[in-house]
């Protein structure tokens, strides 16, 4: 059954992958637009988030590397989550262009993520070689998310009582 999970997070980030190799220039344009990579750096960031994305839907599509692409994934998705706080912070913008043309899916971030992040526990829960304890591992991995979420709500209350 948790094939069907690990099959659905490969076309998620099959999804992020595609709108950054068709126009490279693009995703590069919008890691610069995060401010927190040194300007050389950019197109190497753009680079190595092309290869994690490639590595992930890989990874989830052919059920290779089970440790592996979960502490991966959530670190990646960690990072991202937290560009993404910053972003919102300082720039007052809550929306991204990760996933290019697919609208729905840029329009709330934070909250994509932290879904992202819970799906991949979920999917690492159902593995088999998982022992009956390893879901204590993932409490501090929900408790982050669930403070980034707190964090996002707050953000957009504050922003809302300035307006």
């Known amino acids: 059954m948790y094939w069907v999970l690990d099959i659905f ?3 998620i980030f099959l999804l992020a992958l595609y709108p950054k190799v068709i126009n490279i220039t693009d995703f590069v344009y919008e890691i610069k637009g995060y401010k927190v990579i040194p300007y050389k750096f950019e197109r190497l960031a753009a680079y190595f988030a092309i290869l994690t994305e490639f590595y992930l839907f890989f990874a989830y599509l052919t059920k290779i590397t089970i440790n592996a692409r979960f502490i ?5 998705l960690l990072i991202l989550t937290l560009m993404q706080i910053k ?8 929306k991204c262009n990760c996933f290019g043309e697919f609208s ?20 690492r829960m159902f593995v088999e070689t998982v022992n009956q304890f390893d ?4 409490i501090p ?4 998310a669930l403070l980034l979420y707190d964090l996002g709500v707050l953000m957009k209350g504050v922003r809302s009582a300035s307006s």
Request: charged share 15%; with cysteine.
């Open 87 to 94: 972003r919102r912070i300082v720039e007052k913008q809550n």
């Open 9 to 11: 997070l490969s076309m």
């Open 72 to 76: 991966i994934a959530i670190g990646f």
């Open 135 to 138: 879901w204590i591992y993932y």
């Open 141 to 144: 991995i929900l408790l982050i």
């Open 104 to 123: 729905l899916l840029n329009k709330y971030p934070l909250t994509r993520n932290i879904a992202i992040l819970f799906l991949i526990c979920l999917s």
